[in-house]
């Protein structure tokens, strides 16, 4: 019932061979993903995330910079502060220790998000229109 979240296989930055210079959890002036205080069994003081909300800011060598949005309607559970400090952990593991963050969707509101993902077979067919429209 937890979403991982992790950078796409087609993302930008695991296709074209770019350096990470930096991550930043800094979304504004006021809010900070790594101040996200989670205790107890009903997860009190998580931040709540909407399916907009930005988690970090990942800028590259070559000047663009990518927000990564939270995907899913939930509570931040954890951000992993490994990649702060090892940055390539999101281009070589980007699906175990690369991870970005951990959501916990309501409870309610989980099997619908889960019935709106896609499938491995049907991801990789929209990276295949995506490829074959593009000129």
């Known amino acids: 019932r937890i979403c991982v979240i992790t950078l796409a296989e087609a993302h930008p930055l695991l296709q074209s061979g770019k350096t990470i210079k ?9 809010c900070s993903r ?36 939270s ?5 931040l559970i954890e ?22 963050a951990v959501v916990l969707p309501k409870f309610e509101e989980s099997k619908s998000i889960t019935q709106g993902l896609l499938t491995q077979k049907e991801y990789e067919e929209v990276l295949l229109k995506r490829r074959n429209s593009t000129p």
């Not at 930096?22 to 006021?30: G, M």
């Not at 995330?49 to 070559?62: G, K, Q, Y």
């Not at 995907?71 to 509570?75: P, Y």
């Open 22 to 30: 930096n991550i930043n959890y800094q979304i504004s002036a006021n």
């Open 79 to 100: 951000v992993n502060e490994n990649i702060l400090s090892n940055p390539t952990l999101l281009q070589e593991k980007p699906s175990t220790e690369g991870y970005i």
């Open 71 to 75: 995907c899913i309607r939930g509570r």
């Open 34 to 69: 790594l101040q996200n205080k989670v205790s107890g069994k009903s997860k009190r003081g998580a931040q709540f995330l909407t399916e907009l909300a930005p988690l970090c800011r990942i800028s590259s060598s070559d000047g663009e910079e990518y927000t990564i949005y």
